[in-house]
């Protein structure tokens, strides 16, 4: 089976990062690292450079666990990361999550809210320290 990580190149996505890692680790498992967009940073703040990405598989490269990254561009990121975790079979989700106000719920909506209530799989969302 597979951790797989949804992942941004933000606090939030760090902290998800580490501890699906850690849960990679644990259960001696593979690691997948999507960070899944709907188009290019301009568009999406999601959407991680070049630099970014790079710095990730450096940082993955030495954890030492299987890992892999996609980036891949899609409609609906909720849909392309329950997709993934279909594919893969995975073990566990992990997403980094924030705060947010019922009106930025409401206008903005959730993608965390929906990953974690159409998943079959299990969910582990995580806060980013006051640290990071």
């Not at 501890?19 to 999406?44: C, F, I, K, M, Y």
């Not at 940082?59 to 891949?72: D, I, K």
Request: proline fraction near 2%; charged fraction near 25%; charge should be negative.
């Amino acid at each position: 089976m597979t951790v797989v990580v949804g992942w941004t190149a933000d606090a939030r996505g760090h902290a998800a990062l580490e501890r699906g890692v850690q849960e990679a680790r644990l259960h001696g498992e593979a690691l997948l690292v999507v960070n899944a967009t709907t188009g290019t940073s301009t568009v999406d703040d999601r959407f991680a450079g070049a630099a970014d990405v790079t710095e990730l598989r450096t940082q993955l490269a030495t954890l030492g666990v299987e890992a892999e990254v996609r980036q891949p561009v899609v409609r609906d990121v909720t849909e392309a990361l329950l997709a993934v975790t279909e594919e893969v079979d995975a073990s566990v989700l992990v997403i980094g999550i924030r705060h947010r106000s019922p009106v930025g719920k409401l206008i903005m909506g959730s993608t965390a809210q929906r990953i974690l209530l159409d998943a079959r799989c299990p969910v582990l969302a995580v806060k980013a320290t006051d640290g990071r």
